[in-house]
């Protein structure tokens, strides 16, 4: 097995024992880089010149018996990221040439820690999208087959791990971001609790729902970077000052007593039949187990992507009101007059889908739609909300499909954006109750795309999360199966 | 119709978008789709509910009125399309 093909875990061992230099590491994971991104094009911007430095500088400090769990580590960020003094674009046109003047604290973590961070990863344009097909730098293709989608937003942090180019990466979940993705290319995504991690730095697209975590080729490996990340952070008001637990730690613990849900309006006609197959394999996989599996029911499950698409497009207007042409990114030559500078600096450097979703926002808060729109959008959140919480007064987790299909064809659902926006039906209820949400692989389809079961935990549980789906990979091997790239 | 050509306009100006009149024609098809699909929400009465603006109540995070360094002019204006005399640079608003 080449190097490029091991966990974060096995990596830090053979760091940590001096088999191998973090300068070899990082030369390995880049020469990987160079040979496959004209085939997935998971990267924007590659960082090799600041990446064999840090890579040096972690060399060093492993020699000096001063490593940190992530020292040497290569890994590499989602572009949504702030990255000093590297080029930060959220994959659209009105940031094509930014470069940001501080690091998010999440990535400020890494470093700290001496994780080496080898470039910044493809995505949606601002996150917006289901598919990556909306990236002004060109969509990111499935490793497991490139004519299909990656998924979306985050879907070079997913075909990144899953082509072997990275070891792990960090994304952003917004309506299932990190989960679809992760889902789609036959890795293990975690969106943590709102809350649970400091989104300072990160760009924003809609501040009430997005959240920061990672993606790697197994739960342990997740379990790791989410340690380095997690926590409050002062520059994020929104971050919790809860203790963060050892996530490591708890991986081990059996699954005696546990009780997982099944939420029967997850398990519906239009399900693909090679998902469902999928999934309940996994079911018998956790009754195996020794978990108790009850029926539970989300009654409000119908009503999350029409919420969603309120409240996210209207958040996502007032955010995005930022970019108008005078302190940083596009500037329109030859406006006429302030305001025209404005319009025409958006106009040229939105795509298609940010322009949409800023409309729709637009309208959603405009004078006399507020109510009917946006507020009522927030009430049908506070019952989505509450769907969960009752919910876990009968189980521990939920257990659900990410997606409905496997990865789709790239241009499929380009042309009618309200099938693209139902796509993350199974993924959205999870931001909108603000819990947290695992993917991992359970299966594969008939033409050999990966399958991903989605677990849900209670507010702040992700302890529970990572020790039921570390159970589900001891018990599988759906996890070890590497794209034919 | 849930949204007409000239709604959009308005809104478009309202939101700073320039858009070509042909993707406003686009757009006000695609937008009466979704305002059309989420009208689904009226099959609940949420009267009585109260709204949920973040799931996780955070109630004044207040800090220590501490003083401590910003990032400076140089870095603030480092991606500035056009900076004059340490300030932004903006086309002529008062003629």
């Not at chain 1, 996989?285 to 209207?314: D, K």
Request: charged content about 20%; some cysteine; overall charge negative.
């Amino acid at each position: 097995m080449s190097l490029t093909e091991l966990s974060l875990h096995d990596l830090q061992q053979q760091l940590q024992t001096r088999a191998v230099s973090s300068v070899e590491l990082t030369r390995a994971f880049l020469s990987r880089i160079a040979a496959t991104q004209g085939q997935v094009n998971a990267f924007i911007t590659l960082c090799e010149d600041q990446a064999l430095a840090a890579a040096e500088a972690a060399d060093r400090r492993l020699a000096a018996g001063d490593a940190a769990p992530l020292t040497g580590l290569p890994l590499a960020v989602k572009d949504i990221f702030n990255t000093a003094g590297v080029r930060t674009t959220c994959a659209s046109k009105i940031l094509a040439d930014y470069v940001a003047p501080y690091d998010a604290t999440a990535v400020a973590r890494l470093k700290d820690q001496g994780a080496v961070l080898l470039g910044k990863l493809n995505m949606d344009e601002f996150a917006m999208g289901s598919s990556n097909e909306t990236s002004a730098f060109g969509a990111v293709k499935n490793p497991w087959n490139p004519a299909c989608v990656a998924g979306g937003s985050s879907g070079g942090s997913a075909a990144a791990v899953a082509a072997c180019q990275v070891p792990a990466s960090l994304g952003t979940d917004t309506g299932g971001s990190i989960r679809q993705p992760a889902s789609h290319c036959g890795v293990v995504g975690l969106k943590p609790t709102y809350g649970r991690v400091s989104r300072y730095g990160v760009i924003a697209y809609a501040s009430s729902l997005d959240q920061v975590g990672p993606l790697a080729r197994n739960v342990a490996d997740c379990a790791l970077l989410l340690q380095a990340v997690a926590g409050h952070d002062p520059l994020d008001s929104t971050s919790v000052d809860l203790a963060v637990p050892d996530y490591l730690a708890a991986l081990g613990e059996g699954l005696a007593g546990l009780r997982i849900g099944l939420p029967r309006e997850y398990f519906i006609a239009g399900l693909d039949a090679d998902v469902q197959k999928a999934v309940a394999a996994a079911i018998d996989v956790y009754r195996g187990l020794g978990a108790e599996v009850v029926e539970v029911s989300l009654p409000h499950t119908e009503y999350a992507v029409a919420c969603y698409y309120l409240i996210a497009t209207a958040e996502a207007s007032s955010n995005l009101a930022r970019y108008d042409g005078v302190r940083y990114g596009l500037r329109a030559e030859a406006a006429q007059g302030l305001l025209d500078m404005y319009m025409q600096s958006r106009g040229q450097g939105f795509g298609a889908e940010v322009k949409r979703r800023i409309m729709l926002g637009t309208y959603a808060l405009s004078s006399g739609y507020y109510d009917a729109y946006y507020l009522k959008a927030q009430k049908v959140r506070t019952l989505i909300r509450r769907d969960f919480l009752r919910a876990f007064d009968q189980c521990d987790v939920l257990l659900t499909p990410v997606a409905p299909t496997p990865a789709f064809r790239l241009g499929e659902k380009t042309a009618d954006p309200l099938q693209m926006y139902l796509s993350d039906i199974f993924t959205i209820p999870v931001n909108l109750a603000g819990t947290c949400g695992l993917a991992l692989p359970c299966g594969m389809s008939g033409a050999g795309l990966p399958i991903g079961l989605q677990l849900v935990g209670k507010p702040f549980d992700e302890a529970t999360l990572l020790r039921v789906a570390h159970a589900f990979e001891q018990a599988t091997d759906w996890h070890r199966k590497t794209a034919p790239l | 119709m849930k949204i007409s050509l000239e709604q959009v306009r308005k809104v478009a100006t309202l939101a700073r978008l320039a858009l070509p009149e042909e993707e406003l024609h686009t757009l006000t098809g695609q937008m009466d789709a979704i305002l059309s699909y989420v009208d689904k929400l009226d099959e609940l009465d949420v009267a009585d509910i109260v709204p949920t603006a973040h799931a996780v109540p955070v109630e004044n995070a207040l800090r220590a009125d501490e003083e401590c360094p910003s990032i400076g002019l140089d870095k603030a204006l480092a991606n500035a399309p056009t900076a004059v005399n340490g300030c932004f640079r903006v086309p002529r608003v008062i003629e």
